[in-house]
């Protein structure tokens, strides 16, 4: 239908008259809508919103249905502890708790969780709605295609709704909030806080969700032409990121007790999960988190446990997600093609590479379905980065991609439905 210089061929004058009928109907459309706008208060406030209010609707309706974040989770007695017994790993988020409470009930964590998730919820909506919003008006299919997608493949919307009581939704708020501060000038010096916030809640974020940060500290140095803010920015970010993935890594921060029982009879009224988790469980899950190093724990546990077996779900949950694979390597490889700077094109090739990274976890935990969230996640945050700061190489091939879907609209159909009814999580 059309020539190579994008003209429309080929059509009957009748036809060409019914295309134009539709343009002056869309525009009359248009036309009328910017008058409610102009004229009530309610359509408004629905523009400031439209973007946001639909992606705020659809979380906020998973959520209706799982909510309930403790079942059993044996893992959540860690956070009964805080820096008052060491400044070891993953105690960030029972010291948080314990600003509210030293009183750590099973209730206390639902109502906790919750609230958290409804938090992160309405982030991630407002986080959305900016970016289509800030697309012009030829990329903002493109960031909505986008979106789509991120709501759609469970490895990046189940953050949000873990059946366990996980870390990683903790760990995605904090890379998002990263992210927000790195491209406001008044809020940069949040993002070093916000990295040692993130390795003090798992230490596995050196391995998962600190390569996109990093990456876009590195992006934002290039953007400002070396810029001393952002040099300095950078060698902050990353001394914070060396040091304390090192400290958390190879020292356990616990000095005040000698073993696993003086641990549990410090917190004997301090929770009632073990009632639920039963003791056996709780010895073993604070052995492995206060008195081993991870790569210790790794070799005298999980290898004579076998838990090497669930390779088989992580070789089954890659191939699931292939098509989604080969649109963010779409990206960047067109983004490496059309770049005509050769440091940009090493920061394009970092994201293509940005999956590696994940590659230490398979020797410090079995927890292999962490790791492929944590690819997908980095690898949408750092789309949609490139499309908010308005990156021109990496927004022209994600338009590209976002444009084929657009036309072949079946296809990208049944990527959701592919996605949302036969993908799960394993």
Request: proline share 3%; net charge positive.
């Amino acid at each position: 239908m059309y020539n190579k210089k994008g003209y429309l061929y080929g059509l009957t004058q009748k036809e060409r008259g019914t295309l134009a009928c539709m343009k002056n109907s869309i525009s009359s459309l248009t036309g009328k809508y910017q008058d409610l706008i102009d004229k009530h208060l309610v359509f408004r406030l629905f523009d400031k919103v439209k973007y946001e209010l639909p992606v705020l609707v659809f979380l906020l309706t998973i959520y209706a249905f799982k909510h309930n974040f403790y079942i059993g989770d044996i893992y959540n007695i860690v956070h009964v502890y805080d820096y008052r017994i060491g400044f070891a790993p993953r105690l960030f988020i029972g010291s948080l708790m314990s600003l509210f409470t030293d009183y750590k009930s099973i209730a206390f964590m639902n109502r906790f969780f919750n609230i958290f998730c409804i938090l992160s919820i309405f982030l991630f909506s407002f986080a959305a709605g900016r970016v289509i919003r800030k697309a012009d008006d030829k990329l903002k299919n493109t960031a909505m295609i986008f979106v789509l997608l991120f709501l759609a493949v469970p490895y990046s919307r189940t953050v949000l709704y873990p059946n366990l009581v996980s870390v990683d939704r903790f760990l995605v708020v904090f890379t998002l909030l990263a992210l927000i501060a790195i491209s406001k000038k008044g809020f940069k010096w949040f993002v070093p806080l916000l990295i040692i916030m993130s390795l003090a809640t798992y230490q596995g974020y050196a391995f998962t969700y600190m390569p996109v940060v990093a990456i876009l500290l590195i992006y934002e140095v290039y953007r400002n032409k070396n810029s001393k803010q952002s040099i300095a920015l950078l060698l902050v970010c990353f001394t914070a990121m060396a040091v304390f993935s090192a400290y958390f890594f190879l020292y356990k921060g616990i000095t005040s007790f000698k073993n696993v029982e003086a641990l549990i009879a410090y917190a004997s009224n301090k929770t009632d999960i073990r009632n639920s988790v039963g003791e056996f469980n709780i010895k073993l899950v604070l052995n492995s988190y206060f008195f081993e190093k991870p790569s210790v724990f790794f070799w005298k546990s999980t290898i004579p446990l076998e838990g090497w077996r669930d390779l088989k779900y992580e070789f089954r949950g890659v191939i699931y997600l292939i098509p989604l694979l080969i649109v963010f390597f779409l990206v960047w490889k067109n983004a490496i093609k059309n770049s005509l700077n050769k440091f940009e094109k090493l920061i394009y090739i970092m994201c293509m590479l940005a999956p590696l990274a994940r590659l230490p976890m398979y020797i410090l935990s079995t927890n292999f379905v962490r790791g492929r969230i944590s690819v997908v996640i980095v690898q949408f945050f750092l789309v949609f980065y490139f499309l908010y700061v308005g990156n021109p190489v990496v927004s022209a091939s994600a338009r590209k991609i976002g444009d084929y879907l657009k036309k072949n609209y079946l296809l990208l159909a049944a990527l959701v439905v592919y996605f949302i009814v036969l993908v799960k999580l394993n």
